[in-house]
T-cell receptor, first 117, second 114 residues
Framework: GAVVSQHPSRVICKSGTSVKIECRSLDFQATTMFWYRQFPKKSLMLMATSNEGSKATYEQGVEKDKFLINHASLTLSTLTVTSAHPEDSSFYIC?????????????FGPGTRLTVL | AQSVTQLGSHVSVSEGALVLLRCNYSSSVPPYLFWYVQYPNQGLQLLLKYTSAATLVKGINGFEAEFKKSETSFHLTKPSAHMSDAAEYFCAVTLDSGYSTLTFGKGTMLLVSP
């Protein structure tokens, strides 16, 4: 199957700083990538849908100025958490959609653990 | 709008016992249903999916699930649990083949004891 990577896998930062998380589709082109947030012992919450070459579509309640998403190429999307605070600490997971004949498959990255001190 | 409900946040079984993880869906139109597995500090891996073909779907690692429209269910089963099956399992639903929006259940942690 297709592979999606995320970098970094873990990051610890101070409150007020910004953190960038990369999501890459390694062996396929992804016109659409998704960003999820997972709280401890909770389900995945879709934050935004990222389409290559256009602005991301954010879910209700997600601050677009705080969670900046850029999808500059068909293999790379980035999520920047700006002015991070402890409540932003979470597990962030991206997924990339591969367009296949008759069916679209969504592949998930391994996740990034963000800890804001 | 679609939704899924996973009954039981934790399920404990002994190694070799039957695994049954429950998922019920709510949808106004025929849904596409998925089961994903997540190991600690990792992303999600697709176990199997129902896409309106056969109602009994076989997935990886010996898991299977049956779509029952009359019961609005898509329960995940495995005849014999293995220690390596211990993980978090998520049921998910979408209404379109491009599945732009996956709606996940809250997850069920499967615990396997020796």
């Amino acid at each position: 199957g297709a592979v999606v990577s995320q970098h970094p896998s873990r990051v610890i930062c101070k409150s007020g700083t910004s953190v960038k998380i990369e999501c890459r589709s390694l062996d396929f082109q992804a016109t659409t990538m998704f960003w999820y947030r997972q709280f401890p012992k909770k389900s995945l919450m879709l934050m935004a849908t990222s389409n290559e070459g256009s602005k991301a579509t954010y879910e209700q309640g997600v601050e677009k100025d705080k969670f900046l998403i850029n999808h500059a190429s068909l293999t790379l999307s980035t999520l920047t958490v700006t002015s991070a605070h402890p409540e932003d600490s979470s597990f962030y997971i991206c997924s990339a959609r591969e367009r296949r004949r008759g069916w679209d498959e969504q592949f998930f990255g391994p996740g990034t653990r963000l800890t804001v001190l | 709008a679609q939704s899924v409900t996973q009954l039981g946040s934790h399920v404990s079984v002994s190694e070799g016992a039957l695994v049954l993880l429950r998922c019920n869906y709510s949808s106004s139109v025929p849904p596409y249903l998925f089961w994903y597995v997540q190991y600690p500090n990792q992303g999600l891996q697709l176990l199997l999916k129902y896409t309106s073909a056969a109602t009994l779907v076989k997935g990886i690692n010996g898991f299977e699930a049956e779509f029952k429209k009359s019961e609005t269910s898509f329960h995940l089963t495995k005849p014999s649990a293995h220690m390596s099956d211990a993980a978090e399992y998520f049921c998910a639903v979408t209404l379109d083949s491009g599945y732009s929006t996956l709606t996940f259940g809250k997850g069920t942690m499967l615990l396997v004891s020796p």
